[in-house]
């Protein structure tokens, strides 16, 4: 497995987090509550972490197509839910 992360500074971190849990939960497994979160995708997993003023992201997948694919939703998602700011998300290697 092979994992990447972004932090995304944003003061609507907490709303983020509920808005892709909530989005995803109606087709795939999903669990989240205050400042937490966990998606269950075909093709990996995402955990999702909300602090004050930041969404902390971690992706894993089994291979570098499958973290692509993840990684692509997960972030039109976000940017799409957060249309009124510009919020980019920079995915860097986990260690």
Known sequence: MIATTA???TPLASRYLTQLCKHFEHKLPVTYGEGFG??????GECALKADEG???LRAIAPDD???AQLQGVVSRH???FAFREPLTVDWEAAS
Do not use: H
């Open 65 to 67: 197509a499958a973290l």
């Open 7 to 9: 932090q995304i500074q």
């Open 78 to 80: 976000l940017i799409r």
């Open 38 to 43: 966990a998606i269950s995708f075909s093709v």
């Open 54 to 56: 930041t969404l902390s």
